[in-house]
């Protein structure tokens, strides 16, 4: 048997609940960091391979392993 007391408890408790849950999951959000890039353009840091790219030595390199990879298809 409920009381009077009871029942306007419940709905006090359920809306706590939900406060403490709402609460808790907005400070586990993810803030989106978004990088806008211009196509074409490459504004990393300088990259070591890019000078070996001239080399026929590194270019039959990775003809020889893109092959290997690709023989099993």
């Known amino acids: 048997m409920t009381t009077v007391e009871n029942k306007g408890q419940r709905p006090l408790a359920m809306a706590l609940a939900l406060a403490v849950m709402s609460i808790s999951l907005?400070?586990?959000?993810e803030r989106?960091?978004?990088?806008l890039h211009e196509p074409g353009v490459y504004k990393g840091s300088?990259?070591?391979l890019l000078a070996q790219q001239q080399n026929p030595e590194q270019i039959q390199t990775l003809q020889d392993r893109f092959a290997k990879g690709q023989s099993d298809r």
């Open 26 to 29: 907005t400070a586990c959000a």
């Open 32 to 35: 989106a960091e978004v990088t």
């Open 46 to 48: 300088v990259d070591p």
